[in-house]
């Protein structure tokens, strides 16, 4: 089976240098913020163009911190897009602030900043775009859109680490952005982790206080903050990943150059394609079609694994039926939700398994 993740087929010198990074913790007996944790904070914000990065316990808490550092919570509004991971809006709600849900462009599945500009109140106070799949947009533009409207822009980046748009890495259009580092992601712990970053010294020392219970010194709390420290361990073996990922982010690139030049049927359509400016990272590569349980199944009967992100929009998940959202509707969220499907696209996949992904789609019949 040709599976949609592929820590199976990592190189044997990641896992030892993943080994090496274990024991390296293990003997240091220093297992909470230590030279690990600050180590990969450097190189990860060297590698976001950014000047700090501060490690936290996963995606999600990156968000909460994220707005609490800026001040957003009770009272606040955030518009964000119907189609992403659940946690681009748990965790405006986990910081007290309201989300307001907008649409999406059916081309590229980003947020549609027209249907934004329907959702902005007087109370909006940020507008948190997702780079989903790996691709970066128009960020320059939603610079303006929030320079504009008075509001902060905050990137999730969960899905996006290297990705780049006109000589930016992700995260460093916004003054702070989150990351998430859960296992499937194209930087990935063994567990759960996440990161903030930012280039502002303040918001870099607030995230700071907040992940650590609001402590700005040892048994002094400024703030209620949380405890969503970053492990040493987590951050040792990041660390180990990380000097991959170029490589890794590379072959994702390459595959992916493989599916838009040769899949060719047209009960299959792609997302377009990243502009000049941009280096999509690909964390999905992600086709549409009207029959798309028929696409995986034909998939599955020739070998290989597909998934769906997302199959519901936010705005119909049980726990979100409530949520304030574009007064235009939803609708191509709810279109591309239907629609959409992701076809293996990792650094372990082989040439020979992406010429069977493509000859797989050609005799695909809906
Ligand atoms: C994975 C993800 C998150 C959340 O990350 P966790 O580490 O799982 O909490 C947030 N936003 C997006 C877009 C994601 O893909």
Not at 125 to 154: C, K, S, T
Request: charged residues 20%.
């Amino acid at each position: 089976m040709i599976s949609v993740v592929g820590f199976a087929e990592e190189p044997a010198e990641l896992r030892d240098s993943m080994r090496a990074a274990f024991d390296r913790v293990m003997d240091s007996h220093h297992y909470i913020l230590g030279p690990e944790v600050a180590a990969f904070e450097d190189e990860f914000a060297a590698a976001s163009d950014v000047a700090h990065a501060i490690g936290v316990a996963n995606g999600l808490d990156a968000i909460e911190i994220s707005l609490r550092a800026l001040g957003i919570g009770p009272g606040d509004e955030v518009v964000t897009t119907a189609m992403t991971a659940f946690a681009s809006v748990l965790g405006i709600v986990r910081a007290g602030a309201t989300p307001v849900l907008a649409d999406i462009d059916p081309d590229t599945a980003l947020l549609d900043p027209e249907s934004v500009a329907r959702c902005l109140s007087p109370r909006t106070r940020a507008v948190l775009p997702v780079h989903l799949y790996g691709q970066m947009r128009n960020l320059d533009q939603w610079r303006a859109f929030a320079d504009e409207h008075g509001v902060a822009l905050i990137e999730d980046c969960a899905q996006a680490h290297l990705a780049r748009e006109s000589g930016g890495a992700a995260g460093s259009f916004s003054p702070i952005a989150a990351f998430s580092f859960y296992p499937t992601k194209n930087l990935g712990a063994i567990g759960d982790a996440g990161a903030v970053v930012t280039s502002d010294p303040e918001l870099a020392g607030t995230a700071k206080q907040l992940r650590n219970y609001g402590q700005a010194g040892q048994y002094e709390h400024v703030s209620l903050g949380l405890n969503s420290r970053l492990d040493e361990l987590q951050a040792a073996l990041l660390r180990a990943r990380l000097a991959w990922l170029p490589e890794f982010t590379a072959r994702r690139q390459a595959i992916a150059d493989r599916y838009r030049a040769e899949i060719s049927n047209a009960a299959i359509r792609l997302l377009a394609a990243p502009t000049e400016a941009s280096a999509h990272v690909y964390h999905q590569f992600v086709v549409l079609s009207d029959d798309r349980y028929a696409l995986a199944n034909h998939l599955r009967d020739n070998g290989i694994g597909s998934l769906v992100h997302y199959p519901i929009p936010l705005h119909q998940q049980p726990a979100c039926l409530d949520i304030a959202r574009d007064p235009a509707g939803l609708t191509r969220a709810e279109r591309h939700a239907v629609t959409c499907l992701s076809l293996p696209c990792h650094p372990g996949l082989s040439d020979a398994d992406v010429t069977a992904v493509i000859e797989a789609t050609a005799s695909f019949r809906p």
